[in-house]
């Protein structure tokens, strides 16, 4: 495995439309436990392959409703996904591993049920909610060469990220006090992901960071 460069979203692959996976291939592993690492470094909540320059419909979310002790095991990858279907409205905060330091509201379905392939080119679906239903919208986001940026209502102030920060700091202190071990396993305070979120699902306030 590899770490692969994170593209900036002046970068004209992020405008991009990504083509169909066809080949179930070493190389699609290749690419996968590359996306995998990087994602991991850069404690994201998501990472799309054109975010590493590679335009084929392949991303991974970190789905926080898996139990697991560490993020890894959270990880799902979706070869060609569709979103089949949506419901529900949540509002938050986002922001985006190819654009550091921004973030922004968006509103997103709370729920998404979605199909995909897996990296042997075996099918199958899972229904997602809050703040997983948002990566899982995001990452498919950038298969069709959409920023976040493009969707957001208003971009969040200097000072409330810093709130933001704030916030996620004192969670990890009480995290720390409770002797949890580990990033936050309900998704609350999400790392960073590609996506960065706010789980708040209709606050525009806290949360952390995205891809
Ligand atoms: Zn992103």
Do not use: W
């Not at 379905?109 to 080119?121: K, L, N, S, W």
């Amino acid at each position: 495995m590899a770490l692969r460069n994170i593209l900036g979203s002046d970068d004209p692959a992020l405008k991009k439309h990504s083509r169909h996976v066809a080949d179930y291939n070493r190389r699609l592993h290749i690419l996968l436990d590359d996306m995998r690492e990087t994602l991991l470094e850069a404690n994201g909540l998501g990472l799309a392959a054109p975010q590493v320059g590679v335009l084929r419909r392949t991303a991974l979310i970190i789905d926080t409703s898996i139990e697991s002790d560490d993020p890894e095991g959270q990880i799902v990858e979706l070869v060609n996904p569709e979103i089949t279907m949506c419901c529900g409205e949540q509002t938050g905060n986002e922001g985006c591993l190819s654009v550091p330091g921004v973030y922004g509201i968006v509103t997103r379905p709370q729920q998404v049920e979605v199909r995909a392939f897996d990296r042997h080119g075996k099918p199958f679906g899972m229904t997602v909610s809050g703040l997983t239903a948002r990566a899982v919208c995001h990452e498919i986001d950038h298969l069709d060469g959409v920023v976040f940026t493009s969707l957001a209502e208003r971009f969040l102030s200097d000072e409330e990220i810093e709130m933001m920060a704030a916030e996620r700091r004192a969670a990890m202190d009480r995290d720390a006090a409770a002797g949890r071990e580990g990033p936050p396993a309900t998704g609350d305070e999400p790392a960073a992901n590609d996506i960065k979120l706010a789980a708040n699902d209709n606050k525009p306030d806290v949360s952390t960071e995205g891809h």
